[in-house]
């Protein structure tokens, strides 16, 4: 089954078969050595000021972070993410004194598109979900008050559609679609609908 993107105009292949599963491998762990390279990517992200303000904390299927942050996900996310080997809660830091942070939810989106690029490279798959409960993460963590758990990505190996109920399993194999480019980039006045 490809999942692969339908492109207009040739990209990266990691870029084009890149996609969200949320059927993990249930049989299959993972360690922070398996995640280091996809980290590093993330580390290399760049960044406004090159402030890198973001952190990832990270849950392995089995121990207490992990079960901490499945508890805290919420709707449908909890149904499917704790199958995966990894749960990461990214987070940026919030600093309403310093202009130069306005841009530190925009960075850490980025670190984690990096995060999610090197993963796929290395064989495995990354859904990052904002259905979480945001405070309730922050306390489980006594995370400082100035930063701000934004999202949290499962990491794993790919299961197969039939480990999800019904209606995920019919998400899992739908085409995956976009915008069209032309209706997304414009060279003059922004386009009337
Ligand atoms: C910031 C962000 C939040 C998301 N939140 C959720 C979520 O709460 N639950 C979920 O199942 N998927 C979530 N997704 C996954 C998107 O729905 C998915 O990336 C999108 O449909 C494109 O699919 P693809 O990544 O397979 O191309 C989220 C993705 C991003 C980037």
Known sequence: MSRDAETSAPILPVLAQRWSPRSFDPTKSLTLADLTPAFEAARWAPSANNAQEWRF?????????????????????ASWAP???????????DDPENK??????????????HFSVQAHA?????????GFERDAMALAFNLPETWKPFVVFAVGHLGAPELLNET???????PR???PLD?????GPFPSA
């Not at 925009?106 to 670190?111: I, N, P, R, T």
């Not at 798959?125 to 904002?130: G, I, L, P, R, T």
């Open 122 to 130: 290395d064989g495995l798959f990354v859904h990052q979900a904002a």
């Open 100 to 113: 130069a942070r306005d841009y530190a939810p925009y960075d850490l989106g980025q670190a984690v598109a």
């Open 83 to 93: 199958t995966a080997g990894a749960i990461v809660v990214g987070m940026y830091e």
């Open 168 to 174: 995920l399993q019919a998400r899992e194999i739908a």
């Open 183 to 187: 209706e997304t980039v414009f060279t």
């Open 177 to 179: 679609v976009r915008r």
């Open 57 to 77: 904390l990270v849950g392995f299927r089995g121990d207490s972070t992990f079960e901490t942050m499945t508890a805290n996900l919420s709707g449908w996310n």
